[in-house]
């Protein structure tokens, strides 16, 4: 038997609360529950509001949202073309092995290419062997040489004060 037909729509923002549901449910599954701080009124902001940060892919089954995926551009100075970074993918565990999220990374994939993008790239979870497993099978290469960086909270705050930095605009 196979899987239900599943729709994969952009999010309007009358998805706000799933959305973030949806980010809650992905945080539970990565241990990281502790790290969601946003709310729901700045993710409607930055994806919805005056200036977007971001946009969304939700995939429905009958009526019921059953993933989602977040993402931006990025740009490629070596290829001097842009790109779009996949920031989250997540199908609820209850609905996995049906084929929604390669459903998801199939529809992103197309708005990559119909946009012009050199890429569609994507951090995982090292302990996640499932998703790293899942991500192979669709031709998704492991960036091993690359190491992810980031500065956040007081660290970021201190790296913008450093020095006599004058921005032009």
């Keep these: 038997m196979s899987a ?4 994969i729509r952009f999010a309007e923002p009358r998805d706000t609360p799933t959305i973030f549901g949806l980010i ?3 945080a539970e599954y990565e241990r990281l529950g502790h790290a969601v701080t946003g709310t729901e009124a ?18 429905e089954v009958d ?6 995926a977040l993402f931006f551009h990025n740009y490629s100075t070596f290829l001097t073309r842009p ?3 996949l920031e989250d993918l997540f199908v ?7 084929g929604y999220g390669k459903a998801l990374l199939s529809c992103l994939a197309r708005i ?14 090292n302990w996640n062997e499932p998703s ?10 492991q960036m091993g040489e690359w190491t992810v960086n980031r500065v956040t909270g007081d660290a970021l705050t201190q790296l913008a004060s450093v020095g006599p930095v004058a921005l032009r605009s």
């Design 92 to 98: 609820l565990p209850e609905r996995r092995g049906r």
């Design 63 to 68: 009526g019921e949202n059953v993933g989602f």
């Design 83 to 85: 790109g779009i970074y």
């Design 4 to 7: 239900p037909a599943c729709t």
């Design 24 to 26: 809650a449910a992905l």
């Design 112 to 125: 990559a290419t119909e946009r012009g993008c050199g890429r569609l790239e994507w951090s995982v979870l």
């Design 42 to 59: 700045e993710l409607r902001e930055h994806l919805f509001g005056a200036r977007t940060f971001a946009e969304v892919l939700l995939a």
């Design 132 to 141: 790293i497993a899942f991500y192979t099978s669709l031709g998704a290469a």
